[in-house]
């Protein structure tokens, strides 16, 4: 069983920085997709970024895009999420998930999930 633990959520002034972790365990394929995902207050799930184990090819959804990276420690079996310029409209509860037969931020593809973790950003 796919099992995926989220770390490094907080609270954050505007401008500033925060590292989630996701901490995956129990594939049973080398191939597969790991996504970060957020939920504000009263909105519904939305992509962030996704990283392909195989080739680590990444993809950003266009608000977060040249402020968030993804990147992932093989070895630690750990994802990334590093988030700069924070803007008090990041704030959600961000949410690991993996998909083991598809790329990209389909939520739908996405067959496990992790626990959450909240960040705010204050103005």
């Known amino acids: 069983e796919v099992q995926l633990v989220e770390s490094g959520g907080g609270l954050v002034q505007a401008g500033g920085s925060l590292r989630l972790s996701c901490a995956a365990s129990g594939f049973t394929r080398d191939d597969y997709t790991v996504g970060w995902f957020r939920q504000a207050p009263g909105k519904e799930r939305e992509g962030v970024s996704c990283i392909s184990s195989t080739n680590g090819r990444t993809h950003y959804a266009d608000s977060v895009k040249g402020r968030f990276s993804i990147s992932s420690d093989i070895a630690k079996n750990t994802v990334y999420l590093q988030m700069n310029s924070l803007k008090p409209e990041d704030t959600a509860v961000y949410y690991c998930?993996?998909?083991?037969?598809?790329?990209?931020?389909?939520?739908?593809?996405?067959?496990?999930w992790g626990q959450g973790t909240q960040v705010t950003v204050s103005s």
């Open positions: 998930a993996a998909a083991l037969w598809n790329y990209g931020l389909d939520i739908e593809e996405y067959e496990y």
